[in-house]
C-alpha cells in the first residue's frame, strides 16, 4: 500500500501570510494526487487534483505542484476563510493524516 | 444540480447490523465511481472502497476488506454500506463522494454526501 505523509500536523499563520504544505508519497504517484480542504462539521472540498489543478470555483490563492513523491499545497495569501484542515490524497485511495491551520 | 444525499445518522449496539445509504442526482449515475470514506471522532480521513453502478465492480480497502459491504441499486441511484455486526470502533462519520471523471477507477472526489454519522454502543 501507497502511504502518503503530510507536513505539518499544524501550522500557526496570520492573515495574510503564504503558507505551505507538504505532502510526501511512499512511492511514485506520477502527478494522481488532490488536495481536500475540511471545515469543522462539513464534509471535504476538493480544491486541487491531477497535483496542480485547480478545481472550478476554488480561488486561485490556492496552488499545487509536484510529481512523484513530493507535492506541496500553496495558500498564496491567507484568508480567514481557509482556517481549516487539509488533506492530501493519491488517486487510488490513501489520505495524507492532514494539516490543521490555525490562527496564530 | 450534482448531488449526493446520505441518510441519517444512526445509534446502534454492538452485534446490530447496519445500511446506510447515499442517492445520487444530476448525473449519469452507472457511468461514475462512487466511493465510501470514514472519519472517526477527531481523526482524518480514511478511504473505505469504491463502487462502479455501471457493472457492480468494487474495491475495498484492506482495512475494512470482509467488515463492510458497498452494493449499489441503479433503479434508486443508490448506493449502501452495510455492516452484519457493528463494533464500537465502527463510530464514525461516513461520507459517500463521486470521483471526478466518468469510468476512471483512480480519481479525485468531486462531489461529496453531507455525511452520515453512525454512533455504536457497546
Known amino acids: 500500500d501507497i502511504q502518503m505523509t503530510q507536513s505539518p500536523s499544524t501550522l500557526s499563520a496570520s492573515v495574510g501570510d503564504r503558507v505551505t504544505i507538504t505532502c510526501r508519497a511512499s512511492?511514485?504517484?506520477?502527478?494522481?494526487l488532490a488536495w481536500y480542504q475540511q471545515k469543522p462539521g462539513k464534509a471535504p472540498k476538493l480544491l486541487i487534483y491531477?497535483?496542480?489543478s485547480l478545481e472550478g470555483g476554488v480561488p486561485s490563492r490556492f496552488s499545487g505542484s509536484g510529481s512523484g513523491t513530493e507535492f506541496t499545497l500553496t495558500i498564496s495569501s491567507l484568508q480567514p476563510d481557509d482556517f481549516a484542515t487539509y488533506y492530501c490524497?493519491?488517486?487510488?485511495?490513501?489520505f495524507g493524516q492532514g494539516t490543521k491551520v490555525e490562527i496564530k | 444540480e450534482v448531488q449526493l444525499v446520505q441518510s441519517g445518522a444512526e445509534v446502534k449496539k454492538s452485534g446490530e447490523s447496519l445500511k446506510i445509504s447515499c442517492k445520487a442526482s444530476?448525473?449519469?449515475?452507472?457511468?461514475?465511481?462512487i466511493g465510501w470514506v470514514r472519519q472517526m471522532p477527531g481523526k482524518g480521513l480514511e478511504w473505505m472502497g469504491i463502487i462502479y453502478p455501471g457493472d457492480f465492480d468494487t474495491r475495498y480497502s484492506p482495512s475494512v476488506q470482509g467488515q463492510v459491504t458497498i452494493s449499489v441499486d441503479k433503479s434508486i441511484r443508490t448506493v449502501y454500506l452495510q455492516w452484519s455486526s457493528l463494533k464500537a470502533s465502527d463510530t464514525a462519520m461516513y461520507y459517500c463522494?463521486?470521483?471526478?471523471?466518468?469510468?476512471?477507477?483512480?480519481?479525485?472526489?468531486?462531489?461529496w454526501g453531507q455525511g452520515t454519522m453512525v454512533t455504536v454502543s457497546s
Open positions: 463522494a463521486r470521483h471526478r471523471l466518468e469510468g476512471r477507477e483512480e480519481e479525485a472526489f468531486d462531489i
Open positions: 444530476g448525473y449519469s449515475f452507472t457511468n461514475y465511481w
Open positions: 512511492q511514485s504517484i506520477s502527478s494522481w
Open positions: 490524497q493519491q488517486y487510488n485511495g490513501t
Open positions: 491531477k497535483a496542480s
